[in-house]
């Protein structure tokens, strides 16, 4: 198991830029993919963006392909989300979460997830 803690949420106005990080501790070997998701209340979770640990390959979901990027520090064991150009529909608790295998796409299988972290955008 993983212990994940999400940071650097907050409140941003529309065009802004924030930069969440999420660090990750215990049995990290186990951990093949990094991702981050969102989640409104009321609404489905929803994927954001996904990386691998070994090649760095990376995914997006198409709400933010273009304007957030996850990066990882494999030394510090920590993930990043760089998120710019931000918009009101990007207010959400962010969510951190590790998977140990690939499961199939990039937004499926994870097992491990943090408390959330508060982004608030606002007009």
């Known amino acids: 198991q993983v212990h994940l803690v999400e940071s650097g949420g907050g409140l941003v106005q529309a065009g802004g830029s924030l930069r969440l990080s999420c660090a990750v501790s215990g049995r990290t070997f186990n951990s093949y993919a990094m991702g981050w998701f969102r989640q409104v209340p009321g609404k489905e979770r929803e994927f954001v963006a996904a990386?691998?640990?070994?090649?760095?390959?990376?995914y997006y979901g198409d709400s933010v392909r273009g304007r957030f990027t996850i990066s990882r520090d494999n030394a510090k064991n920590t993930v990043y989300l760089q998120m710019n150009s931000l918009k009101p529909e990007d207010t959400a608790v962010y969510y951190c979460?590790?998977?140990?295998?690939?499961?199939?796409?990039?937004?499926?299988?994870?097992?491990?997830w943090g408390q959330g972290t508060q982004v608030t955008v606002s007009s």
């Open positions: 990386i691998l640990w070994s090649i760095g390959s990376t």
């Open positions: 979460a590790s998977k140990e295998a690939w499961y199939g796409s990039p937004q499926r299988g994870f097992s491990s």
